[in-house]
């Protein structure tokens, strides 16, 4: 391959990756975390540092279903900083500027985040530059809280994860939806045994028709994720999500339609596109136990 070649390689597989963040900035209705975009790319990723409760609005250590969150012991927090934060060494290597001590920061640095920082979560920055040729992730609230930083450490609020995903990226075709479920691993204690669960309650709560657009949203969404080499761990739970939130779309979009007469015209064209969509979600499903 040549170097124009694989410019060109690099490239395209930073594109593919943009548009699927962009379309996972743009659905709403996950458990553990939400999304934010900001610019072509950026994305602002808000984790919880706690599940919330079924009936609470706050975090709670006790009451939770077993079943919800592993059992296996997770490294303590605060992460030292060598094993969570590249080196300023392999950052000035990276950004092939060694010769000028330039490391590999955001766009802006963390001290100028505008997106507003809470108590219960925590923000990371999920940008893939077109001048790194790759994405990063960047710690932008609770640095004392993920990173036991030393004393002499340079910019170290400025400095990329090391996360295995982003240290993949070369190597392996890695998706946004990877480096999210890793984020939720590194900071919800206790760890979610899916990091993609739906909140159901999300979706009750909006309108009708904003319900009927958000869940379709959400299908299409976790059929991507679902149908692209998930953790094995987690992917029969991603499953059942998918099947219920597809369930509700449909029985929503029934309903809808039956309330607007005026839409009659297009119930057949309608009832055909969901047995097509179903009938594609059950080989979806099946396809990935294969």
Same mark, same amino acid.
């Given at each position: ?71 296996? =012991? ?11 934060? #590249? $080196? *300023?060494?392999? !950052?000035?290597?990276? %950004? ?108 009750? =709560? ?11 949203? #959400? $299908? *299409?969404?976790? !059929?991507?994720?679902? %149908? ?63």
């Amino acid at each position: 391959m040549t170097a124009e070649e694989r410019e060109k390689a690099v490239k395209k597989k930073l594109q593919g990756f943009l548009n699927e963040m962009l379309t996972m900035g743009c659905v709403k209705g996950f458990k553990y975390f939400s999304n934010y975009l900001r610019g072509k790319e950026e994305m602002v990723c808000t984790v919880l540092n706690e599940p919330l409760t079924p009936r609470s609005s706050t975090p709670s250590s006790a009451g939770f279903n077993q079943q919800t969150f592993f059992s296996s =012991s997770q490294p303590e927090l605060p992460v030292d900083q060598k094993d969570l934060m #590249m $080196s *300023h060494g392999t !950052q000035s290597r990276l %950004s092939e500027y060694g010769f000028m001590d330039v490391g590999l920061p955001p766009a802006s640095p963390s001290e100028k985040e505008i997106t507003p920082a809470k108590e219960d979560s925590t923000l990371f920055l999920v940008a893939g530059y077109g001048k790194y040729s790759c994405p990063y992730v960047w710690l932008r609230s609770n640095h004392d809280r993920l990173v036991k930083a030393r004393e002499d450490s340079k910019c170290v609020k400025d400095s990329p994860l090391k996360l295995k995903t982003t240290s993949s990226w070369n190597d392996k075709d890695i998706h946004i939806w990877e480096i999210l479920a890793e984020l939720v691993k590194l900071n919800t204690r206790p760890v979610p045994s899916n990091p993609f669960a739906v909140d159901l309650e999300y979706f009750d =709560s909006l309108a009708h028709g904003e319900r009927v657009i958000a869940l379709g949203a #959400m $299908s *299409h969404l976790l !059929q991507q994720i679902y %149908s692209h080499g998930i953790d094995k761990a987690y992917a029969g739970l991603v499953g059942d999500d998918l099947k219920e939130v597809t369930r509700r779309h449909f029985k929503d979009l029934h309903s809808l339609i039956q309330q607007h007469p005026e839409l009659s015209t297009q119930q057949q064209q309608t009832r055909g596109y969901v047995k097509r969509e179903n009938q594609s979600n059950q080989r979806t499903y099946a396809q990935g136990y294969k």
